[in-house]
């Protein structure tokens, strides 16, 4: 059972220039999370999807960013005009069902590394 | 003051060594937390949950504290193979889908 994948691994990007990171959940898990880890900082939470709908986006910046998360293929997040202030390691958590009222383990892909010139 | 907040490190401990950390967050009403381990540039992983007064696993206990809004976690008879950074989780209230990260803790063990 493959795990949660993520491609590419490593993105360069120059400014300006657009970024779309690619998520495939693990089989059977149709709920898919966005987290940002900055450099020495803890991942912060940008978004949760489930399948054609985006469910919280209370964490992803206004401008520039957006996910989605079709019914059919991996969900994408899509940075517009990065800027150097977007390098960091993006990752994308799924899990086999929502976590309203109790946890469901969120299992993390290995995660992109976007840097910026 | 931050969600999730820990002493970011690094713990330089021997093998063998008995070590703890701690963790404080602000949200009183949070039910749930969770350790997770995140080695280098790798993704993070759980390692413990915590639901009630404490957890045991192995080598690994979690203990949770209300009145002081503190959780830690205990590692004893460290090993190498420990050395990683310490990610204290806390899910921020109204469901568990958006989740608080510390920064981490680092643990570097040594022979």
């Known amino acids: 059972n493959a795990g949660v994948m993520q491609n590419p691994r490593h993105l360069v990007r120059r400014r300006g220039q657009e970024a779309r990171l690619r998520c495939s959940p693990m089989k059977g898990h149709s709920h898919v999370y966005w987290y940002r880890q900055l450099p020495e900082e803890g991942l912060k939470f940008m978004v949760y999807l489930q399948k054609e709908n985006i469910i919280d986006e209370s964490g992803m910046p206004k401008e520039r960013f957006s996910a989605e998360f079709p019914k059919e293929g991996p969900s994408i997040l899509r940075i517009q005009q990065v800027v150097r202030g977007d390098s960091a390691a993006y990752f994308c958590?799924?899990?086999?069902?929502?976590?309203?009222?109790?946890?469901?383990?969120?299992?993390f892909g290995p995660g992109t590394r976007l840097t910026v010139l | 003051r931050k969600e999730v907040e820990q002493d970011p490190g690094p713990f330089n401990v021997p093998e063998g060594a008995t070590v703890a950390f701690n963790c404080t967050y602000s949200n009183s009403a949070s039910q749930s937390f969770f350790w997770y381990r995140q080695d280098c540039r790798k993704e993070p992983k759980l390692l413990m949950s915590?639901?009630?007064s404490g957890n045991e696993d192995g080598r690994f206990t979690a203990q949770l504290n209300r009145a002081s809004q503190y959780i830690s976690l205990l590692i004893r008879d460290s090993k190498l193979s420990d050395s990683a950074t310490y990610l204290c989780v806390a899910p921020r209230s109204g469901g568990y889908n958006k989740l608080i990260f510390g920064a981490g803790t680092r643990l570097a063990v040594h022979p």
């Open positions: 915590v639901y009630s």
């Open positions: 958590a799924s899990s086999p069902l929502p976590g309203t009222d109790f946890y469901n383990e969120q299992f």
